[in-house]
């Protein structure tokens, strides 16, 4: 695998941070499978084509290799011949061995970070990926199938004596044998299943997909045929018998809005009848034709959706209790509502969102991948690995310390309250040898340490210390042998040694760039202000137009647009609904509420908005009446964080005709940004108008430069569209201000003090060039 970092000296390379590099050399690394190599243990001395300081040798094949991995750069502007590449390459080599002379890749701080990365570098190499494909390609196929299935649980640990074992398939057996002579499935799994929820169900879990049982129970759901009687299946539950009772193309994934009635299951009748009664109102209400929006805010229990419309998270099957997802699903056409349906939380009233089908395999992979790694299925992927790396290691126990470390087990141990013995020694318990001279001596105390840590209670009857012993020092040594693979990564891979370098480098460049350039670039506002006179003649600003663009698919569209923009605010013509109001009354009712909140929504939604809110009264009513309500809806939208300042407040007072009509406050939206103009006109088509403004020198838009440079209007037709450019103002040539180059400065500042930097390192560590090395690298 070839990896492509940017050029040194780059914009991208002068802010890579060790652990944007990281991330950049971990997905590049994905690319193809590591080869293990065993390195020889002799060989001849590779040609040096730099040395730096007159000891530190930088070898052809290093430098011929970081050379290459930027000629493969996806970028093209990245890349440069062999000669000029030399000189980035001798640049950062100088900034890293600035920062090991100055002691950076000791500390201890530098050491944990380095750990990290390697860590993280490693799982590549740790994880079988063929293995892993496979299995998210699986979960994939099996996601199109929903299967209902009975099971029965007869429970025994994995620490279990072989005798219990035994007896618990031995009762598996007989419970499969009674269904085999024709007893029903659900009478026998409420005669022996141990499954809390058998009293209920019979056994019948209803309809899952993939990642909602574990792995060894989809197994057999999934490959079993319909109408089937597995053989008793081992998990570490215990053994199970799996019935097949039907298989159906899935339903996807659906989302529905509710209001929930909340009923508790111990609820006396009084509290079940008013619960009922309330959602049957609600339902009448909907058929009336109310909104649901509206009704989720007034009725629904459920604080966590009613101010969202009652709107829950999309579910699929499986993920939601049964009752509410069969309704969910009976549902059809969007926008289309259920009659009320009881669950365990209450009564619910469904609104149906959208049903989405299954996503293609291309979006799912990396999530499927993710699951695949940390449900049960990691387990077969762990196991897959270790059986590789038992044919690559040897493990050699030291067996008197071995029983004398299982020996130390006792009833703590079941309690989950272990303690590692005061007398521990640091013998050796096991240890790892592998190819190339590698060894890993393993102590004691280390498997001491993991019991403790690891150590569970445990309340399962029948079960000893000795087992749960002898169980967790066989995870241990599996543990040893992946950490005995990843210690032995730097001999077996050499990819990963030259990626593991890379990765240091780029954190010591970091840390000195940090240190003598960029900190000092963004902080020394002195050196800024001086650089900035020194090179004054550099900010300068070319004449420019201040202009206005209004671009339209025709003349309609350009009109009512330079009309909507003769006066700021500028009119949207757009509203909301009137607040109406009963006589005399200045307070928000709760339905007024509701309404004023969408309202509020709109405006945060858009802080370029501006709101007309104008209150009347009508003829019965006193003249403070209108003042009232101007008042209770202006006090509403500040105290939800509007400015008072984005609010035209207009009292009418009797302006409107006598009754209902009169008795009202309107809502009027303007904006102050041309952009929303442009927006509400284009409405469902992309870019119908579009509305620029800025200063423009010349080069930097097409239609400015087609016109003469004075000020006024023009209009004209451009690719099937009809274009106004007004330029309000001519602004001729002058230099920058300070403030107004300070984001140019800053940059040139920060190339002025890398340069001064490099050129003290080329005088500290002198550069030697090999130029027959470099000349054979050139042919």
């Not at 390379?13 to 390195?39: E, M």
């Not at 099996?142 to 209902?148: A, H, I, S």
């Not at 509020?600 to 009347?616: F, G, I, R």
Request: hydrophobic fraction near 40%; charged fraction near 25%; glycine fraction near 4%.
């Amino acid at each position: 695998m070839r990896l492509s970092l940017p050029p040194f000296g780059s914009p991208t390379a002068r802010r890579l941070t060790g652990s944007a590099l990281l991330f950049w050399l971990v997905t590049a690394c994905k690319t193809s499978a590591p080869v293990a190599t065993t390195p020889p243990q002799t060989a001849p001395p590779k040609p040096v084509v730099l040395m730096l300081g007159g000891n530190k040798a930088f070898t052809s094949d290093e430098f011929f290799d970081s050379f290459t991995k930027n000629q493969l750069s996806a970028d093209s502007s990245q890349r440069t011949d062999i000669r000029s590449y030399l000189d980035l390459y001798t640049n950062l080599k100088l900034k890293v061995l600035a920062a090991e002379r100055s002691g950076r890749d000791t500390t201890e701080a530098f050491r944990e970070e380095m750990a990290t990365y390697r860590k993280q570098l490693a799982q590549t190499y740790l994880t079988d990926k063929t293995l892993v494909e496979q299995l998210t390609s699986e979960a994939y196929q099996r996601m199109q199938q929903e299967v209902r299935a009975s099971h029965i649980l007869i429970p025994v640990t994995e620490e279990a004596a072989p005798a219990d074992t035994l007896a618990a398939y031995q009762q598996a057996l007989a419970a499969r044998q009674r269904i085999q002579n024709g007893e029903p499935f659900a009478t026998v799994a409420k005669a022996v299943s141990k499954d809390p929820t058998v009293a209920r169900n019979g056994g019948d879990l209803g309809y899952f997909s993939v990642f909602q049982t574990i792995y060894p129970f989809e197994n057999v759901a999934y490959l079993s045929p319909v109408g089937s009687l597995s053989a008793p299946v081992r998990t570490r539950f215990g053994y199970h018998l799996i019935q097949i009772n039907d298989r159906r193309p899935s339903r996807g994934k659906i989302q529905v809005a509710h209001i929930l009635v909340r009923l508790s299951p111990t609820a006396e009748p009084t509290g079940v009848a008013a619960a009922k009664a309330r959602i049957d109102e609600v339902y009448a209400r909907l058929q009336a034709g109310e909104s649901f929006e509206t009704l989720a805010k007034t009725y629904s229990d459920d604080v966590n959706s009613k101010n969202a419309g009652g709107k829950l998270p999309p579910f699929a099957t499986g993920q939601n209790v049964p009752a509410l997802e069969e309704a969910a699903f009976a549902l059809t056409t969007p926008g289309s509502y259920s009659p009320p349906v009881r669950t365990n939380y209450g009564w619910h009233v469904l609104k149906l969102i959208e049903r989405r089908p299954i996503e293609p395999f291309a979006e799912l992979a990396p999530a499927i991948r993710q699951k695949v790694v940390t449900d049960s299925r990691s387990e077969v992927i762990r196991q897959t690995m270790l059986q590789r790396l038992g044919r690559e290691y040897t493990v050699t126990e030291n067996e008197p310390v071995k029983q004398a470390a299982l020996a130390k087990a006792d009833s703590s141990l079941v309690q989950g309250r272990w303690r590692i013995p005061a007398t521990t020694d640091e013998s050796t318990l096991l240890t790892i040898n592998g190819a190339g001279g590698f060894t890993m001596n393993v102590p004691v105390s280390k498997f001491f340490t993991f019991v403790q840590q690891k150590q569970l209670p445990r309340s399962e009857a029948g079960l000893t210390s000795q087992r749960i012993m002898q169980r967790m020092y066989t995870r241990f040594v599996g543990d040893q042998l992946l950490a005995a693979e990843e210690a032995n990564l730097d001999r077996k891979y050499p990819e990963f040694r030259n990626l593991l370098t890379e990765v240091r480098d780029g954190v010591l460049l970091s840390q000195m760039m940090e240190e003598k350039v960029w900190e000092r670039s963004l902080t020394d506002s002195t050196g800024q202000k001086e650089f900035y006179e020194r090179n004054k003649a550099k900010y300068t600003y070319p004449a420019r137009a201040v202009a206005t663009i209004i671009d339209a698919t025709d003349d309609k569209l350009l009109a009512e647009a330079k009309a909507r923009l003769a006066a700021s605010p500028y009119p949207l013509k757009r509203s909301a609904a009137d607040l109406l109001f009963d006589p005399n009354q200045t307070a928000l009712s709760a339905v007024g509420r509701d309404a004023l909140f969408e309202v509020l929504v709109t405006m945060v939604k858009n802080p370029a908005y501006v709101l007309d809110v104008a209150a009347s009264h009508d003829a019965s009513e006193k003249d403070s009446t209108s003042a009232g309500r101007l008042r209770s809806v202006v006090t509403y939208l500040t105290s939800n964080g509007i400015q008072l300042a984005r609010i035209n407040e207009k009292d009418l007072q009797g302006a409107r005709t006598n009754g209902n009509a009169a008795r009202r406050v309107s809502f009027t939206y303007l904006t102050t940004a041309k952009q929303d103009i442009a927006r509400v006109l284009s409405g469902t088509v992309t870019n119908a108008v579009t509305i620029t403004e800025g200063i423009f020198a010349k080069g930097q838009n097409a239609y400015v430069d087609e016109l003469p440079w004075q000020t006024g209007a023009n209009t004209f037709a451009k690719n099937n569209r009809v274009v106004q450019v007004t330029i309000s103002q001519i602004e001729q040539p002058r230099p920058r201000t300070f403030a107004e180059a300070r984001g140019a400065v800053i940059n040139d500042y920060q190339t002025y003090l890398e340069q001064r930097f490099l050129a003290d390192l080329r005088q500290k560590y002198p550069v030697q060039v090999n130029e027959d090395e470099l000349k054979r690298l050139l042919k």
